[in-house]
């Protein structure tokens, strides 16, 4: 199954509003990660969050982590049409050099 | 900084050729490398992980043979599909990592492989 699992799985918003991924994951893990990938493109690292870290901002950005649901979110406050993009969480599991998961990925749209 | 590129960005090739895809770390040096593939709205898979001058680790089900891995230096990768089939089509992704850990990784805008 899944180790990254995103919902929902499309978005859409207008500019100006925040929008809210979560992600969910089901081992335990050393860190969760979120990036961005236009359509067509490389992917874009965006925040990392450790498994002892509950919240981080990066800018427009806040992450949150909560180990006993094992999940976490990402909310992009005051979208812009630029946000539109794919978002991807990642996770390595615990233990020493773990590959990296990804989820699925959430397909954002900000309307104009 | 931490700039990787690819080439070709995009690639159509006819069934039963080979396709060679370059990986490229253009400001750092990095200890390995990672391939990844992904299908139309999909994740990414990994598919094999390359330390500079050592053979290629493959995920399972991924066909050693068939994905042939070369990293040769410190700034370079290659991905060559050997006797590319149209199931082969897919986005490839590079990345790459100064530290060779995972959870530090450098994505290449990846390539975009059509087999006709």
């Known amino acids: 199954s899944q180790q990254g699992e995103e919902d929902p799985q499309a978005l859409s918003i207008q500019e100006g509003e925040n929008a809210t991924m979560n992600c969910s994951y089901k081992t335990s893990i050393n860190n969760l990660q979120w990036y961005r990938q236009n359509s067509g493109r490389g992917l874009v690292h965006l925040i990392l969050?450790?498994?002892?870290?509950r919240e981080k901002h990066s800018g427009r950005l806040r992450v949150t982590l909560d180990t006993s649901k094992k999940s976490s979110s990402l909310l992009i406050t005051a979208s812009r049409a630029a946000d539109t993009a794919s978002y991807f969480c990642?996770?390595?599991?615990?233990?020493?050099?773990?590959?990296?998961?990804f989820g699925k990925g959430i397909t954002l749209s900000v309307r104009p | 900084g931490a700039v990787v590129s690819q080439h070709p960005s995009r690639v159509i090739c006819k069934s039963g050729t080979s396709v060679k895809i370059e990986c490229r770390s253009l400001d750092f040096q990095a200890t390995t490398m990672f391939w990844y593939r992904q299908f139309p709205k999909q994740s990414l898979m990994l598919m094999a992980t390359?330390?500079?001058?050592?053979?290629?680790?493959?995920e399972q089900g991924v066909e050693k043979d068939k994905f042939l891995i070369n990293h040769a230096s410190l700034t370079l990768s290659t991905l060559t599909v050997t006797s590319a089939h149209p199931e082969d089509s897919s986005f490839y992704i590079c990345?790459?990592?100064?530290?060779?850990?995972?959870?530090?990784?450098?994505f290449g805008p990846g390539t975009r492989l059509t087999v006709l």
């Open positions: 990345s790459a990592s100064p530290s060779g850990t995972y959870n530090e990784q450098f």
């Open positions: 390359s330390n500079e001058g050592s053979k290629a680790t493959y």
């Open positions: 990642a996770t390595d599991k615990t233990g020493a050099n773990s590959k990296l998961t």
């Open positions: 969050i450790r498994s002892n870290e």
